[in-house]
């Protein structure tokens, strides 16, 4: 079984600076892949990066960055230069590697980006 | 590229009602995922299809859900009888394959059992 835990309450960020969004995870799976995805207020769930486990290097995308700690089992999303379009709900998500896999998210995390 | 399609974009019933929503996947992808997202918490798969075949539906209350893919292209998701628990919005998502693959999502239909 996999869980995913997002612990953080609202978070807040001024224009312009960077956040880090928490993410842990539990499973027993040897091989895995870690997601974030953006949800606006609009309701569509966005992609924004992707990790697997036995990658070397942490992910990057523009101003998306994963810091994958395997040892610790934490995914941490990093947004740099933060703009008002990131205000929105972020979601971390698993799926163990493998046909017909199931992807499993965390309950989300409130970014609001202030001006 | 056209996205995940779904429709309707709200619907609102009372309790024992039916409801049914559309979804259709990007063209090509033959994985189709609906989740049910409760105010609060994160998305929860109820059933994904690959191509017209049931991969998953372990989460699927299969006492009044039911969902279909017929020729392994649109899907519908229906409720009934419809419960007020039932309140949630239901995304539709799609893949290319179902491995590790990024899921495609649409806007989801708010659904209101009053």
């Known amino acids: 079984a996999q869980k995913i835990t997002q612990t953080q309450p609202g978070m807040f960020v001024q224009e312009k600076e960077a956040v880090t969004l928490d993410c842990t995870y539990d499973t027993s799976d040897p091989s895995y892949g870690l997601f974030w995805y953006k949800q606006p207020s609009s309701g569509e769930m966005i992609f924004l990066i992707y990790q697997g486990s036995y990658d070397q290097q942490n992910a990057t995308e523009g101003r998306y960055s994963l810091n994958f700690q395997k040892a610790r089992k934490s995914a941490n999303l990093v947004i740099s230069a933060s703009q008002l379009g990131d205000s929105a709900m972020y979601f971390c998500?698993?799926?163990?590697?493998?046909?017909?896999?199931?992807?499993?998210f965390g309950k989300g995390i409130t970014l609001s980006v202030r001006p | 590229e056209a996205g995940v399609a779904q429709s309707p974009r709200y619907k609102i019933i009372e309790k024992r009602q039916s409801v049914a929503f559309w979804c259709n996947p990007i063209s090509g992808h033959a994985t189709l995922y609906w989740y049910q997202q409760i105010l609060g918490q994160g998305p929860k798969l109820l059933i994904q299809?690959?191509?017209?075949?049931?991969?998953?539906d372990s989460q699927l209350p299969k006492d009044r859900f039911s969902a279909e893919r017929l020729k392994g292209v649109d899907s519908t998701l229906k409720i009934q009888p419809a419960k007020l628990e039932d309140s949630a919005v239901y995304l539709c998502?799609?893949?290319?394959?179902?491995?590790?693959?990024?899921?495609?999502f649409g806007s989801g239909t708010q659904l209101s059992v009053l």
């Open positions: 998500a698993m799926t163990p590697s493998g046909a017909n896999s199931k992807l499993t």
């Open positions: 299809f690959q191509n017209n075949g049931v991969v998953d």
């Open positions: 998502a799609s893949s290319l394959v179902a491995t590790n693959e990024k899921l495609f």
